[in-house]
């Protein structure tokens, strides 16, 4: 048998036919303002580019795109999420403390 037909063996199932969404843990969501989020400025590991990086969310994957999607419009540049934590290209500390502080949240400017 190949390798691929081994991951699909199952000796016994009960109850239709996935139950995968059973075992899947939701992501506790926290309100915007019982969340402690941290803005900073680093270059580190990235060629000399600053990046501005925000730190400290409780929120879903889905979520954290929406809030991404957000913060790169307003701030006209790129950016992604790495380990839950938002990347936005240049230092544009400012610009987001105060997008995140209209939203509710609690932020803060960390660091140098």
């Known amino acids: 048998m190949g390798k691929s037909s081994d991951k699909n063996r199952v000796a ?3 109850f239709g036919e996935s139950n995968e969404d059973a075992f899947a843990r939701p992501v506790p969501e926290a309100p915007p303002n019982q969340q402690n989020l941290r803005v900073q400025a680093s270059r580190s590991g990235r060629g000399g580019k600053t990046v501005t990086v925000i ?3 409780q929120l879903s994957p889905e979520s954290l795109a929406k809030l991404l999607k957000q913060l790169k419009t307003a701030c006209g540049t790129g950016g992604t999420i790495k380990d839950n934590t938002i ?4 230092d544009q500390r400012s610009k987001i403390l105060q997008i995140l502080t209209e939203a509710g949240y609690k932020a803060k400017i960390s660091g140098g």
């Open 87 to 90: 990347e936005i290209q240049g």
């Open 55 to 57: 730190s400290g969310f």
């Open 12 to 14: 016994y199932w009960e």
